[in-house]
């Protein structure tokens, strides 16, 4: 777990120091405005802390920490590309048996989006390609599958308001036979309001409609954000309660919180 935590940071000062000779820096309120929406064009590193107790028949916690960084890529004037990875570090407790512990990587989640290079009144959408990479380092962590399937986003901003919704399916086709398939919807809408500070309140729902065991959850993630630095490092804060709203019984938790270390890198 060690050297996994170590490489992702790596990762992120490499980040800066390609970064380094960037031009000046955006306003807070442009920095904001543009962490609020999936596909703009702005590298960025969020690390997303998600921390749920009371989890299930054994009353379990669960610690997953997401390493998401997004990097656009320009391909003509007019369009964009949009890389963004969801790299799940999990340890959790009590979940499987009493007295168990699982840590790891879980499986991670790779997206590309097209996206027009231009907003038409405040209105940008994105489409691409979701791949499911069976990473996970313990099988009660992962799906064993590798999976494929679409993904889209559109999202409106006007007058400090950013809303709009992320989805994407996924099937497997290929992995252990002997786990089961893999036939999973992602929706997420998502609204945040950004004052000129950059200060922003807002939220999301994430429902998980698994059609293979026909199971829906449905948690709602309302938080608080703030741009800062940290020493000549332009970051995201944002924290806030997860709730959930309709999740089985199996794997529903009393009370989570999240926590958003976000580190950005304006072009």
């Keep these: 777990m060690k050297k996994i935590i170590f490489t992702l940071f790596a990762v992120t000062l490499t980040i800066a120091t390609i970064n380094a000779q960037e031009k000046p820096a955006q306003s807070a309120e442009e920095l904001a405005k543009k962490l609020a929406n999936p596909v703009a064009s702005l590298i960025s590193v969020p690390f997303q802390n998600n921390t749920d107790v009371g989890i299930g028949a054994f009353n379990g916690s669960r610690n997953t920490t997401n390493f ?9 004037e007019k369009w964009n590309l949009i890389s963004r990875v969801v790299l799940p570090i999990v340890t959790q407790h009590d979940i499987t048996a009493p007295g168990l512990q699982q840590s790891g990587l879980s499986d991670a989640l790779v997206s590309a989006f097209f996206s027009p290079a ?36 559109v999202l409106k901003q ?4 950013t809303y709009g919704a992320l989805v994407n399916q996924i099937w497997s086709i290929a992995g252990n036979e002997d786990r089961a398939d893999v036939n999973q919807m992602f929706v997420q809408p998502f609204f945040v ?22 199971t829906t959850a449905v948690f ?48």
């Design 68 to 76: 998401q960084p997004v990097i656009p890529i320009s391909i003509s």
């Design 220 to 267: 709602f993630n309302p938080t608080i954000s703030g741009i800062t630095k940290l020493g000549t490092q332009m970051v995201q804060l944002a924290v806030g309660p997860r709730i959930p709203v309709s999740v089985p019984s199996v794997s529903r938790p009393d009370f989570g919180i999240r926590a958003v270390l976000s580190f950005v890198y304006p072009k």
């Design 193 to 214: 309001y950004n004052w000129k500070s950059g200060a922003g309140v807002g939220g999301n729902f994430e429902i998980t409609q698994n059609w293979e065991g026909k």
């Design 118 to 153: 231009e907003a038409k009144n405040g209105l940008t959408w994105g489409v691409g390609p979701a791949i499911l990479v069976p990473t996970a380092t313990d099988k009660l962590l992962g799906t064993e599958k590798l999976g494929v399937g679409p993904t889209a986003v």
């Design 158 to 161: 006007k007058n400090g308001w």
